[in-house]
RNA sequence: GCCCGGAUGGCGGAAUCGGCAGACGCGGAGGCCUCAAAAGCCUUUACUCGAAAGGGUGUGUGGGUUCAAGUCCCACUCCGGGCACCA
């Protein structure tokens, strides 16, 4: 993309950098008993070098990598700043901390099932102090700025899934032994009141002790203790998670009172009621809400439809349209007008408030983890948590460091590192020791590309205006809640600031999501190891044959598996570019002196060719391009070695075309090839991008198909501007189509000349 | 369970609009070249009936719309991905 873009004579930034910090190297490390960044740059090393082998096209010299003091020095600078803005904190929460990584994670880097999504090991809850990135302030912006940028709908419908926002009322529930004091509950569906038949409260809510009955005393502290024993994710997402789950809970001995009904409800404490979300706790309608009423069966709670169902419903709770009933003044209503006035309601009667509540969590941004850029904070006792002043960034992390298997970050037992003195007051204190999340890191890289070559900024406001957004920006899916998220986030966040003025407030306008290579149904990846190494190709069919492979393998947006076929096809592309050459040599070419007919439809089939591959390439559709471009010379290939020949600027012609259009797919062999044939002109990859010749890429005859009864008996050749009655009288004339017409009458023909003819009997 | 995406020869995959299904490549078969092989070149290759000419069938399944459906509509099956106790 970026050679034929650099074709069309468009100014091009293509970077390239390495996200170089991060665990893959760290492990790598404690494994050999040496530092990372050993591992860490004879990798960049060698993937650079295998990257120019390659021939992709990268501005190397503005190369960054994360850690890069210079680099490091930005990357504290903005958590610094964001700390100062409010916008960073520390605080102690339930986190993700996975055995296998020996660290916390965010939220993003844990799936589904509850693993972790770089180890795979099952991520347990531990109450731990951490930093914190409050991306929950820009929840509205993250969601609301998704809907004008061009990027696969998938990826954009996954981090709305992801920021989750739902908008519904807050209020209160009285306690019915103090109706003074009262259990604060969220809710999306307040039209659903009069069906509020009890309420939960979460296991971790704090007012479960004040709530619990000394008869419920033992119960209620069986359940909370198994809650506490569990991570959040056995809880809420084991193999057998969604709404289906059993619900576990228990009674807590207290009423409230619906203030709808002003009936006392029992109050629960139940497991599937989160601590982190809401309120930690709600007013349970079962008749309307699939868990709790699954929780209402099996406690045997009364449940009460507020809404009639369907004619064809059976049974289970409904959470559709319908008319409220039993519900006193909402009856007759709809659900959307017996929300409003439900809600207007609950704002006079019960503290009600109009309440939106999100997925999203804060981003942890702490690692207890080396190799990563230390958070740049000192603890003192006196003065508490402390910025390191920002003259004395970057904080880096000591070289003499032994790094073992212990789990313990070698940063947290390195006396000199950790042990320093208080910026303000001078006196003892000690460092932060966990590092940041490496999706930090590469959260602002791509500004920093706009302009890498100053040491005083992070970046020059006038470049970055100029170059950003990145028109388009290249990945994998796997990135679609995790760095797109962040990256999302950290602009925003640096405009806010200050540090961007006149940043676009999106990065990233148009996101390509490629496929990926996989290897018996696994992702190839390097946490997985299951790599195939470029190099072995380099020797057999050359980088360019390689990268004919790469494009031809199929659709780039969709996954290619490497299988036995691999390398066949791979070869075959190798081929191709053999018998390309061959034909450049003019092996086994024969001449002739004068063009004729067959010189015309050689290059008719190259100008068509031009057009084909530059709509594929504005297309994404690189397969096809390859195809083309095999097809055409196919076409030149047979009729050069055929014995009539081919007359020698019609040749030339098409080999010159051939070698454009070759060029962005496979550079080397065809620039190689161009400097053989034009040793005065310049390179191949300086020519500009051809238009194809429209009066040859125009059709002469088109091949008009004649059908009966929708079945094909014919195909003729016709001139493109066929009239309707010719087309049809032609039809009828054809030997072929009088045979199936027979003697039956014809009841109708539609005719789409030059396309085609039905005949209808 | 919900939301996306997909299903086309032995295989990877083509087919902007509803109008020639299977481009291009891999693999297979036969042949040429060769003492032989490799490489290269040529022919052939959806299935099926037929000696051939020629016919029939065919884009996951079942319906529908249409002169005409891989393409549009409805229902379903299977595969991949995302979300999934967020009130």
Redesign the pocket.
């Known amino acids: 993309m970026v050679r034929y873009q650099t074709m069309l004579d468009k100014a091009v930034l293509s970077p390239i950098g390495f996200d170089s910090f991060g665990l893959p190297a760290e492990n790598a490390a404690i494994k050999a008993g040496s530092h990372p960044r050993l591992f860490t740059e004879a990798r960049m090393k060698e993937l650079s070098s295998s990257l120019r082998r390659l021939g992709a096209v990268y501005d190397w010299r503005r190369e960054v990598f994360s850690h890069d003091p210079v680099y490091m020095r930005w990357s504290q600078t903005f958590f610094l700043a964001l700390l100062k803005a409010g916008l960073a904190y520390r605080a102690e929460a339930p986190v993700n901390w996975c055995p296998g990584c020996l660290t916390v994670l965010a939220n993003e880097q844990v799936?589904?099932d509850g693993t972790c999504e770089r180890s795979g090991d099952l991520v347990i809850r531990k109450d731990l102090e951490q930093w914190f990135f409050r991306i929950t302030t820009y929840a509205d912006e993250l969601l609301e700025d998704l809907d004008d940028l061009d990027w696969p709908?998938?990826v954009k419908?996954?981090q709305r899934?992801?920021i989750?926002r739902?908008e519904?009322v807050e209020f209160d529930l009285p306690l019915a032994s103090n109706p003074s004091r009262a259990l604060r509950?969220?809710?999306?569906?307040p039209d659903t009141g009069f069906g509020v038949t009890y309420a939960v409260v979460?296991p971790e809510h704090p007012l479960l002790v004040e709530l619990t009955t000394e008869a419920q005393r033992e119960q209620v502290h069986e359940l909370v203790e198994r809650a506490k024993s569990e991570s959040?994710l056995e809880?809420?997402?084991s193999s057998e998670?969604?709404?289906?789950?059993?619900?576990?809970g228990a009674f807590t001995g207290s009423f409230v009172l619906n203030p709808f009904t002003k009936q006392k409800v029992p109050v629960y404490v139940a497991?599937?009621?989160?601590?982190?979300?809401?309120?930690?706790?709600?007013?349970?309608?079962p008749a309307e809400?699939?868990?709790?009423f699954?929780?209402a069966k099996a406690y045997g709670l009364p449940i009460v439809r507020t809404v009639a169902t369907p004619e064809d419903f059976d049974d289970g709770p409904y959470s559709g349209d319908g008319v409220h009933i039993n519900s006193g003044f909402l009856d007759g209503l709809g659900v959307v007008e017996a929300m409003k006035e439900a809600s207007d309601y609950l704002a006079r009667e019960a503290n009600g408030v109009a309440k939106v509540?999100?997925?999203l969590r804060d981003w942890l941004v702490s690692r207890q983890r080396f190799w990563g850029c230390p958070i740049p904070i000192v603890y003192c006792e006196k003065d508490g948590i402390v910025p390191v002043p920002l003259d004395q960034l970057p904080v880096l992390a000591p070289d003499d460091v032994v790094m073992d298997e212990s789990g313990q970050s070698p940063l947290a037992t390195h006396g000199e590192f950790r042990n320093t003195t208080c910026p303000l007051c001078g006196e003892p204190a000690v460092r932060e020791t966990d590092t940041m999340d490496t999706f930090t890191d590469s959260s602002w890289y791509f500004l920093r590309f706009a302009d890498p070559f100053t040491p005083d900024q992070p970046f020059d406001p006038v470049q970055t205006a100029k170059w950003m957004p990145v028109d388009q920006y290249i990945g994998g899916?796997?990135h679609?809640?995790l760095h797109l998220l962040y990256a999302r986030f950290y602009v925003k966040a640096l405009i806010d600031l200050g540090i961007a003025p006149g940043l676009s407030r999106e990065p990233f306008a148009h996101l390509f999501t490629q496929g990926m290579l996989r290897i018996d149904?696994a992702k190839m990846s390097k946490s997985k190891g299951n790599q195939i190494a470029p190099e072995k190709y380099y020797e057999t069919v050359g980088a360019d044959g390689l990268r004919l492979f790469h494009l031809?393998?199929?659709?780039p947006a969709?996954?290619?598996?490497w299988?036995e076929?691999t390398e066949?096809?791979i070869?075959?592309?190798g081929?191709?570019l053999?018998?390309f050459y061959?034909l450049c040599e003019f092996a086994?070419v024969n001449f002739h002196d004068v063009a004729d007919d067959t010189d015309l439809e050689v290059r008719r089939a190259v100008h068509r060719g031009v057009a084909?591959v530059t709509?594929c390439f504005e297309?994404w559709?690189y397969?096809?391009a390859?195809?083309?471009v095999?097809?055409v010379f196919?076409a030149v290939?047979?009729q050069a070695?055929s014995e009539h020949g081919i007359e020698r600027s019609t040749l030339d012609e098409a080999i010159d075309l051939l070698l454009i259009l070759l060029a962005p797919m496979a550079p080397h062999v065809s620039a190689e090839i161009w400097e053989r044939r034009h040793p005065d002109e310049t390179s191949l990859h300086h020519q500009r991008w051809p238009v194809a010749d429209r009066a040859l890429t125009v059709t002469d005859r088109?091949?008009m198909?004649v059908?009966v009864?929708?079945?094909?008996?014919a195909?003729l050749e016709v001139e493109p501007d066929v009239s309707e009655q010719d087309a049809q009288d032609l039809a009828l004339a054809d030997e072929?189509v009088m045979?199936?017409l027979g003697q039956s009458p014809i009841k109708?023909v539609?005719s789409?000349p030059p396309?085609?003819v039905?005949i209808?009997i």
């Open positions: 799936l589904a709908e998938r419908t996954m899934n992801w989750g739902s519904g509950v969220f809710t999306t569906r979460a959040e809880r809420t997402a998670s969604g709404p289906g789950l059993e619900k576990r497991d599937y009621v989160l601590g982190n979300y809401g309120t930690g706790a709600i007013m349970a309608v809400d699939e868990r709790d699954a929780f509540n999100y997925r899916v796997e679609a809640i149904g031809f393998a199929g659709p969709e996954d290619v598996d299988t076929q066949e096809i070869e075959g592309c081929r191709f053999d018998r061959r086994d084909t709509d297309r559709m397969n096809i390859v195809a083309e095999m097809s196919n290939s047979k070695r088109v091949t198909i059908q009864n929708g079945k094909i008996r195909r072929a045979r199936s109708r539609v789409k396309r085609m039905n209808i």
